[in-house]
């Protein structure tokens, strides 16, 4: 008789894409918008955020699970920017957040009294493209001084995501990165992605980010 062997991956996949689908169902039902922010570390995750909840501070309610490898130095550095509770997942050497942390992250969040979910994953191209969390689409960061190539070396997280944003695009003067080398590279793995261009230090493209966040928000509710 042939013999299968199903490995220990597999049945922690299956598990996992049960409970992303448990989150997104519930997200999906309160209105929500989930987006999951992925990147390799220093491309610039937390300092977008750190703009964004400037932004829109006291106008849009954002609740925020913030994953690392070991320490919650960027959930405290956004919890300055919020009135909200910045859920804090430490992986403890893990390279990627899973549906259950962000399942349990989601009790402690009112999502009726929430506009829209942001996970920022931890730094790496790689684990997190393989990972269901129950977003409605992954985005994809990657900054001018990681090198044009980058889609083509990671082409399953960019298969894998709806938006890239290039990040520091207020550096291109300084260094050996050809935009339209990128972007196009980015188009080749993914035709459908749509293309955003910040700089979170001069504030180059961040308005044109937010109305786009906004564009998914839930509808305001005025009086």
């Known amino acids: 008789m042939a013999v299968r062997t199903i490995d220990v991956r597999e049945r922690v996949m299956a598990r996992n894409d049960e409970i992303a689908a448990k989150v997104r169902t519930r997200v999906r039902a309160a209105g929500v ?19 964004t909840l400037a932004h829109f ?5 954002i609740a925020l699970v913030a994953g690392d490898v070991q320490t919650q130095n960027d959930a405290d550095r956004l919890a300055r920017h919020t009135d909200r509770l910045v859920h804090a997942v ?10 259950r942390q962000v399942a349990a ?7 009726d009294d929430t506009d829209l979910l ?28 990681e090198g044009e190539d980058k889609p083509l070396k990671y082409p399953k997280m960019f298969q ?5 944003v290039l990040t520091k695009v207020d550096l291109l003067p300084f260094v050996p990165f ?33 109305r786009f966040l906004e564009s998914h ?5 005025t009086s």
Do not use: Y
């Open 33 to 51: 918008t989930a987006f999951n922010l992925v990147s390799s570390p220093g491309s610039g995750k937390t300092l977008l955020l750190e703009r």
């Open 105 to 111: 992250a989601l009790e402690q969040i009112d999502l």
């Open 160 to 164: 894998q995501a709806a938006h890239v």
């Open 90 to 99: 430490v992986t403890g050497g893990a390279c990627h957040l899973d549906a």
């Open 178 to 210: 050809c935009k339209d080398r990128a972007i196009a590279s980015a188009l080749q793995v993914n035709p459908g992605l749509r293309v955003h261009e910040v700089s979170a230090v001069t504030g180059e493209g961040i308005g044109e980010w937010c």
């Open 217 to 221: 928000m839930r509808v305001a509710v």
């Open 57 to 61: 501070a006291g106008r849009r309610r």
């Open 118 to 145: 942001v996970i920022e994953n931890v730094g790496n191209l790689v684990c997190p493209a393989s990972w269901d969390l129950g977003e409605d689409a992954k985005i994809v960061l990657f900054s001018v001084t």
